[in-house]
């Protein structure tokens, strides 16, 4: 060891160390210019005394000579404590080395090499440091020359198949994939020329002779410099992290799982989602299959496994074209498959095709060179929703355990969202057709008007809302529709719809006017309301009571006669209609809105225009109108231009009512839209026909007669007898009961409509006569023989009215 440098390996390196030169009687005979520097004792003080004299305490000379072998022609290593030339003491440790066969001095020469006691064991640590080192086994140890081949390694540089057992000499690309050692060798060269250490470089080792996956490895590399600073070559640590990066792999793809199965709550967007993050990151190929029940919202049966045919869903990967056009196996449980177990199979390219108990599963054969495959239930609560199925093909390596387990996992989380998402489907498809059962058909005819609805709720979700309308026919044919709104979404404010939606009907089927039809539903409201109250009040110790009371609602009603175009309408504080005219301009009426219904002890006020036939009447809810930030008066300026854009007058209006709500935005809406649109309608004059008749009781001959023409010039012979009845009935009864003037009118439109008005307010009422009893069969012949019959109020009293389907032509 120089004892001025502390870099030198060696400590008892020959070059400039200190030594002593002993005679066989241990006199100091050569003393060396490191020595002087050592110990600060010039040679000429040192040489000619005997070596014990420079010894702290001269006693201890036999135990220092004590520390050597005997008969050791090499030499041997001790300690020693030196008197410094300052007078303190300096350990030391020192190497004899005889220059002939005596020993200890005893019968030749020796030359002593000395160095600091420190140093030498530092060497000593470093020396063990080393070798220890190259003796691991957890770790890969190499060393690079500058051109980067192998000069050392330890035994488990890389135990993989196909690594020679001689490395030294070699390159990695003489056993490594040429792409796995270039880049090995890319960046163990930057280290070599920049001299920063490389640390923590992760990257996929894969032999020439087992190319299948490889291993992952990560590597720590630092430069080799020699005592000019001349790069000597490039010191490696290996270390093979396969496991962990497959286990922390595995977390991944379980976290990335798990955020594809809480994305959706459409059962086929679920299992989307899921196979292609399956494929390729678990395998080389993924498929789900489902149970049919499943996408209905149906529940299977809860054994654990499925009991009917299963339908491929949805498939992702090299193949998933060939996998998405197989026909699914379904064989019967096994054991594993009702414990919601899965199931691994490997060697597939091994085994027999034929009926064997080797051969592999229909499920596990459905993709062509796959030599591994596994599958798992979708399992929850018990139930069984379908499977999840594995491939892995070509190079990769097989699928073991630890992949059947993470599969596992992830089908136990995926059957708790297809049960989600299955349940949300019963649910929504639940919802929605209560909605529709609720709403009547979105186009109509009848010869008073066409008509095309459209519905929008604000819950995209359930799919429910308040908003209704309705097309109702009435008698001579007259038509009503109505448009409403309950304040509110969901399933409380569709039920809430349908209870006023049927008030309507039941009231429009009475012919009342729109003021009190309006009148009569705001009461019907105001008991609903109260019954609620008292609800609430007896809920109110069982937690947070549920609404089932309206918290307002309100209603367009309008009446529309095709024979005298006249339409009377009346609000309970609904917008009102907007009126397309032939000449393409579009006006909104002017109308006198009452309270919304449930406020009670306000009267309605009815409007009375004339339309023009092919005027196109739009009745809407302010869900429509409310879309932008700016005011209501806005919204209906936008929805003026909006009609006028659509082509109302001249396009079908199930087409028009698309465009007329385009831009509303994509995802859920303020409130629901409602839009009803309605082209009016007239009846030829030529289709009808008006007597009025005086109230002598033989007058109804004639008015049979009249008829009768009538009938022949309209080509309607068939309905002659029946219609001669009815009239004759209905004739004597208003000459009989009511007195004043009698009107008798015949209308044809899609049903021959005959009606007698008079001056009375008493309601005819059908009854059941007796034998004895010579009247009392008028109506009763007259419902017999009608389609449909009723009667209406009026100003000037009332009209009885009798319906007949045409013939067909």
């Known amino acids: 060891m120089r004892a001025t440098d502390g870099n030198q390996d060696y400590p008892f390196a020959v070059t400039n160390t200190a030594a002593a030169l002993l005679d066989d009687a241990g006199t100091i005979v ?23 004299d420079l010894l702290a305490d001269a006693s201890s000379w036999e135990a220092v000579l004590a520390q050597g072998g005997q008969g050791d022609p090499e030499g041997w290593e001790g300690r020693a404590t030196l008197r410094h030339g300052s007078g303190r003491n300096l350990e030391i440790g020192f190497r004899v080395v005889p220059l002939n066969d005596g020993v200890r001095g005893d019968a030749a020469r020796c030359l002593v090499l000395g160095s600091p006691l420190e140093l030498v064991a530092r060497w000593r640590q470093d020396h063990a440091f080393t070798h220890e080192l190259f003796l691991q086994g957890r770790v890969g140890l190499a060393v690079f020359d500058p051109d ?14 196909g690594v020679p057992v001689e490395l030294n000499g070699r390159r990695l690309a003489d056993f490594l994939w040429a792409e796995d050692a270039r880049i090995i060798d890319d960046r163990l060269r930057e280290v070599l020329h920049s001299g920063d250490p490389l640390i923590g470089f992760n990257t996929t080792a894969r032999t020439l002779d087992d190319p299948r996956g490889g291993r992952v490895v990560t590597i720590q590399a630092f430069r080799l410099q020699g005592p000019g600073g001349h790069p000597m070559g490039v010191a490696t640590v290996f270390t093979d992290v396969t ?19 809480g994305g959706s709550l459409s059962v086929l967007r679920t299992v989307e989602d899921l196979v292609k993050i399956l494929a390729p990151t678990l395998g080389d190929c993924a498929a789900v299959d489902l149970l049919e029940t499943v996408l209905t919202g149906g529940e299977p049966a809860g054994d654990g496994h499925p009991t009917q045919p299963l339908i491929r869903m949805a498939a992702a990967g090299a193949q998933a074209d060939v996998l998405r056009t197989a026909t699914v196996h379904f064989e019967p449980a096994a054991p594993a498959a009702r414990e919601c177990r899965g199931e691994l199979i490997t060697g597939l390219g091994t085994r027999s095709a034929g009926p064997l108990d080797d ?69 929504r498809r639940t919802a929605v057709g209560l909605q529709r059962s609720l ?8 010869p008073a008007l066409e008509a095309a609805s459209l519905y929008l709720p604000a819950d995209a979700d359930s799919g429910v809302g308040g908003d209704w309308f309705d097309v109702i026919p009435l008698s001579s044919a007259r038509v009503a529709l109505v448009v409403g709104d309950v304040a509110g ?49 007896e809920d109110g110790d069982a937690g947070t009571p549920l609404r089932s009371g309206p918290a307002g609602a309100t209603c367009l009603y309008v009446v529309y006669d095709p024979v005298t175009r006249s339409c009377v309408m009346a609000s309970a504080g609904h917008p009102p209609p907007a009126v397309v005219s032939p000449d393409g301009t579009v006006e909104y009426v002017e ?37 932008g930030e700016g005011d209501i008066d806005q919204g209906m300026r936008d929805l003026a231009d909006r009609l006028l854009r659509a082509d109302v007058l001249g396009r079908p209006l199930r087409q028009a009512r698309d465009d007329i709500v385009e831009g509303l935005p994509p995802g859920r809406l303020r ?26 009781p033989a007058i109804v001959g004639d008015a049979r007669h009249l008829v009768l023409d009538q009938l022949t010039a309209w080509d309607l012979d068939e309905l002659a007898f029946s219609t001669e009845l009815i009239v004759s009935e209905l004739v004597t009864n208003a000459i009989r009961h009511a007195g004043g003037p009698v009107r008798l009118r015949l209308i044809r439109a899609d049903t021959l409509t005959c009606e007698v008005s008079d001056s009375s307010n008493t309601q005819p009422r059908m009854r059941r006569a007796r034998n004895s009893e010579e009247g009392g069969r008028g109506l009763y012949i007259v419902a017999q023989l009608s389609h449909r019959w009723g009667s209406r109020y009026t100003v000037e009293g009332k009209t009885v009215w009798s319906e007949q389907n045409l013939p067909p032509p």
């Open 30 to 52: 050569a003393w060396t210019p490191a020595a002087e520097a050592l110990l600060e004792r010039p040679s000429a003080d040192v040489c000619g005394r005997p070596a014990r």
């Open 148 to 161: 980067l081949r192998l000069l050392r390694t330890n035994t488990h540089l890389l135990p993989y198949t």
């Open 243 to 261: 496991d962990h990066e497959r286990s922390r792999g595995r977390l991944d793809l379980l976290y990335r799982a798990t955020g594809a199965l």
């Open 359 to 427: 051969a592999a599963p229909e499920w596990a054969a459905g993709v062509p060179g796959a030599h591994s495959a596994m599958t798992a239930p979708l399992c929850a609560r018990g139930i069984g929703f379908g499977r999840i199925t594995v491939w892995r093909t070509g190079d990769a390596s097989p699928l073991d355990e630890d992949d059947l387990a993470l599969l596992e996992e992830i089908a136990a989380r995926a059957a708790v969202a297809v049960d989600n998402a299955r349940r949300y489907t019963k649910e």
């Open 439 to 446: 709403l009547p058909p979105t186009t109509s005819q009848t």
């Open 489 to 537: 979404h969901g399933l409380h404010a569709t039920a809430m719809m349908g209870r006023l939606r049927s008030a309507v009907r039941a009231m429009a089927d009475l012919e009342l006017e729109p003021e009190e039809l309006l009148a009569h539903v705001d009461d019907m409201v105001l008991q609903v309301a109260a019954e609620a109250e008292s609800d609430d009040a």
């Open 591 to 627: 109308l006198s809105p009452g309270p919304p219904l449930g406020v009670g002890g306000w009267p309605f006020e009815p409007v009375e225009r004339d339309l023009p036939p092919g005027s196109v009447l739009a009745l809407y809810t302010d869900g429509l109108i409310e879309r």
């Open 671 to 696: 409130d629901d839209v409602t839009l009803l649109l309605a082209r009016t309608r007239v009846v030829d004059a030529d289709s009808i026909a008006t007597w009025q008749l005086d109230t002598d």
